[in-house]
């Protein structure tokens, strides 16, 4: 095997080409679109740090979910605000909340859409932490009974999937539980499994006022440097009872991807984070690469290495482009 009997330059001469060999292509179907809902009404408020995505009122969040099904995407994933912060995020569970309210209006207007909420309380708490602060630390035991019932709460709203972000150990196992014995076997877990503490999140710390008041999460996301560790967190989230597994960022973990993809037979989610998702915009603005043609090798790159499911910003505008 060798040149000149060989040439691959001949599968790379012309677009058409390319594309019949083309060995991986991002989907509309791949992609999941996170949105963010707060209190109030009317919204639809420019977040400063995060170009071309809004702060949403229940009353505006059906508007945008029926334009995100229609350009095709499955899935939206929802992030909420509260009126007020308390100590131990209360308003994460309330029925009346900015997300369970959202849930209803955008089922009840795009009833095929799939609606996946964000399960933590680091949006709600004072602290800004995922979990309970006692003495100083995040106590992992009694943070969990609160997560079940935020989750139960969007269950009963009418959501799809929960996906608990938070990372306190075995509260996937508790949330399912939950919601068996709450009569909620349908309602899937979406587990954010393997979450590194990232400073990729900058740009959503800034979206949901969530940026904690002391210290860090790494008491409880994981160290970047650990891909056996990211294995066993799939581990025990499958055995909890994870439909889906999450690997998250996405740019930086790509191996993590890879790994358990050939390890794991679940569907895994890659979330393109806020910081990835701003590199690209900056870059793009400042003229120093083709925004459009970097956005795609990046979302190819995720599938490639092994993704089913993409949750990205550019869900919304990768749809149109694919679309048309
Ligand atoms: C909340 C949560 C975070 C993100 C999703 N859920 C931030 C964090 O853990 O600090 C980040 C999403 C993004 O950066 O796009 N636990």
């Not at 999941?32 to 209190?39: E, N, T």
């Not at 009833?111 to 979990?131: F, K, M, N, Q, R």
């Not at 967190?233 to 050939?262: C, H, S, T």
């Not at 390890?263 to 690209?280: Q, W």
Request: charged share 30%; hydrophobic share 40%; glycine share 8%.
């Amino acid at each position: 095997m060798g040149f000149p009997e060989h040439r691959m330059r001949r599968l790379r001469g012309s677009p058409a080409m390319r594309r019949l060999v083309r060995e991986t292509k991002v989907s509309v179907d791949d992609l999941v679109y996170p949105l963010f809902v707060r209190p109030g009404e009317g919204l639809r408020e420019a977040i400063k740090s995060m170009d071309g995505c809004y702060h949403f009122s229940p009353d505006t969040i059906a508007r945008e979910g029926r334009e995100v099904h229609k350009l095709g995407i499955p899935a939206v994933l929802l992030f909420g605000l509260p009126e007020k912060k308390d100590e131990n995020g209360s308003e994460a569970w309330a029925e009346d909340g900015a997300v369970q309210r959202s849930i209803r209006e955008i089922k009840k207007a795009s009833p095929e859409l799939l609606v996946i909420t964000d399960v933590c309380l680091c949006a709600y708490t004072a602290s800004g932490h995922c979990g309970l602060v006692k003495d100083g630390k995040i106590d992992n035991d009694s943070t969990l009974e609160l997560l079940a019932k935020a989750a139960l709460s969007h269950a009963a709203a009418g959501a799809d999937m929960v996906a608990p972000s938070d990372m306190m150990d075995g509260r996937v196992g508790f949330i399912r539980q939950a919601l068996d014995e709450n009569g909620y076997k349908d309602v899937g877990i979406l587990s954010y499994a393997a979450k590194f503490a990232s400073s990729f999140y900058g740009p959503f710390r800034d979206a949901v006022e969530s940026a904690p008041s002391f210290g860090d999460r790494k008491t409880y996301q994981m160290d970047p440097a650990n891909v056996r560790q990211a294995m066993t967190e799939i581990e025990l989230d499958i055995q909890e009872g994870a439909d889906i597994v999450m690997v998250k960022p996405a740019l930086a973990f790509l191996d993590i991807i890879f790994q358990v993809r050939r390890k794991f037979n679940v569907p895994i989610a890659a979330y393109n984070v806020s910081g990835e998702y701003m590199m690209l915009n900056c870059a793009g603005k400042a003229d120093l690469l083709d925004r459009d043609e970097a956005i795609n090798e990046t979302l190819t790159a995720i599938k490639r290495a092994g993704a089913d499911i993409i949750i990205t910003y550019f869900a919304k505008e990768v749809a149109k482009k694919i679309n048309d």
